[in-house]
DNA sequence: ATACATTGCGCAAACGGTTGCTCTACGAGT
DNA sequence: ACTCGTAGAGCAACCGTTTGCGCAATGTAT
């Protein structure tokens, strides 16, 4: 049972007056700037923990124009394969602004709209904010920087003079990649992803790298981006499987799924026949029979990077404008 | 490109003093409450909005206290398939909160941990709470109570005294198992969900109540619940092969995965030789071949529910206990 | 013309904190 | 003993709104 409290919040002026000082000094007691005894502030802080006082952090953030929020933007909509990592994300966010006594005020965007963006800011309801990939290259990041609030986004983009917290795309898919030319793979096929998507960009690259690297010749042919549908995705593998390959690289979980399907309906045994591959290793596939190789990115690592670089940014403190996380290969059964 | 705005932000007084009237004015112009001039006001409101004047809502908040703020509580361990649920959810909640200027506060719990509703509300951040369900049973729901502050639970409990939005699961079963027994099958297996949750009773209700309206006895050895792991799962199915079903009803998406994985491996088509049926209408199995028949439950105008319905609870006004919302069966091909 | 409502508007006090400045008292350095 | 630096604490202004009350001007009924 968790106790009645039907008693009216305390105010600041309710403990100063109870204990005989001003408001001042509870205040600077707490907040532990400003002079004040030691004693004295032990007195208030003994005081404020007994009667359970709560400062009001609306009159905190008026008196010091902070709200003691941050605002956290998703796309409204997005695959469901991507859900997992925003949650993830978001709990790494959550997690460090919490911890830092902020808030998270989210909002979701409508495609291209920019409207709960300017809300959040001009009704000055968020110190900062931290966007969530693919609006990276888009009316929200030049609102933002009109404005100049503090914000950091998740995910990639070649876009000048933003911050960006993502994981190394690049240098996983180029490990990966040469894990599995160095397991004697030559003809790697690569599927799914958008063209657009820096992060495809990345990924992209980091394959190319590992031929290179490995000095073996890459095969166009057998690289099928911008291929997201299933019919698509059914058309790419039947390619694929004619043009030999030994592997199939997918761009993330969702495509993944279809190719095993695929592969399923084509009598096609993993990892006998034809090698698998992912990016995220989401519960998605988690219990797929066999275990799937992938890569892994600890989607809330990443929230709580980008959360402490924001929160530098709202202190005014100079940060790295890229900050390039870590990533986890995956070896199971697919690749076997 | 967006405007470039590096003059100060504007405040009431700037407004009042620029028009030559006072704060109060401009603070009635804009409210619309208490008394004035209508020529008065348009002279505001044609400044306000021409100079871009948007009010402060900490001060607004201060002053009313109130914050316009919702907090909106997640389960921070959630299986996938749940997530485009508490997604579009979330879109509908905010959508609402939004159209009355109100803003959404995420936090998650961690397991039955309330510190971040505490937190939430002994910090004066939101005004009212939406609990989405899993938290219906436990010390979230006295929490709330006990500082009585105005909140909704989306899903069921049973759980007294609390204000809940859910959809009619039991309907929506009873009418799915309804159509599936008036097309002939009789043997129709149940299987997934979680025995304690609110909506898996209200579910197998639905079930039961299907049979009894059509006057045929109900085999409670093809009711196979409390079965959500994969290994658990194909058990279920073996079982209710040599059963003899002519139909699988999965309690949700995740469950129904796994089912028709293992439908796919013993070589079982569908709807030939087995029909099969889902809860959620989900992208996870949209495009699956066969399509599949399942209920749908539109998340979103659950979420724009709750919403709407805590703001009445804001206000001070009256409320259902119970709102229930309605259901959509989507025939495919899966039970043709 | 007189009394009384009503309307339009402003004053100033909240709301609950923070913070620059001032004042006192006390300890140290000479 | 005198000066000075500093620590502890409080005053009061301020953050940007809302709102109860008062006051004048205008409209209305007598």
Redesign the pocket.
């Known amino acids: 049972m968790v106790e009645q409290s039907n008693e009216k ?5 309710d ?2 007056e109870a204990l ?9 007691a ?2 532990g ?9 032990e007195r208030v802080l003994a005081y404020i923990e007994e009667h359970n ?4 952090v ?3 953030g ?4 902070k709200t003691y929020n941050i605002g956290v933007m998703l796309p409204e909509d997005y695959t469901v394969v991507d859900l997992p990592f925003f949650q993830s994300c978001l709990v790494g966010i959550e997690e460090t602004a919490i911890s830092m006594d902020y808030d998270i005020l989210l909002t979701m965007s409508r495609g291209r709209d920019c409207a709960q963006l300017v809300r959040m800011v001009e009704n000055h309801k968020v110190d900062g904010v931290i966007l969530m990939r693919t609006f990276t290259e888009d009316a929200h990041v030049e609102y933002l920087k009109s404005q100049n609030i503090p914000f950091v986004t998740v995910g990639s983009s070649n876009y000048d003079g933003v911050i960006q917290v993502d994981n190394d795309h690049q240098a996983a898919c180029r490990e990966l990649v040469s894990i599995l030319l160095m397991k004697q793979m030559r003809r790697i096929g690569l599927i799914g992803g958008i063209e657009t998507h820096v992060v495809t960009q990345n990924r992209l690259q980091g394959y190319l790298d590992a031929y290179e690297q490995a000095g073996i010749p890459v095969s166009e042919e057998i690289i099928h981006v911008n291929v997201e549908k299933e019919i698509m995705i059914e058309r790419a593998v039947e390619k694929l499987l004619t043009e030999g390959v030994d592997c199939i690289v997918c761009m993330d979980d969702a495509v993944c799924i279809h190719v095993l399907n695929q592969l399923c309906k084509q009598k096609i045994s993993i990892p006998d026949q034809m090698k698998v591959a992912s990016f995220y290793d989401s519960s998605i596939l988690g219990n797929n029979i066999p275990s799937i190789t992938s890569l892994s990115f600890n989607a809330r690592e990443l929230g709580t990077a980008a959360c402490k670089v924001l929160m530098e940014l709202i202190d005014g403190n100079e940060v790295n404008p890229r900050t390039l996380l870590g990533y986890e290969v995956i070896l199971k059964d697919s690749t076997k």
């Open positions: 919040k305390l105010t600041i002026s403990v100063a005989g000082v001003s408001k001042t000094t509870v205040s600077r707490i907040s700037k400003g002079r004040i005894g030691k004693a004295t502030r006082y709560k400062p009001n609306l009159a905190k008026l008196a010091q124009l």
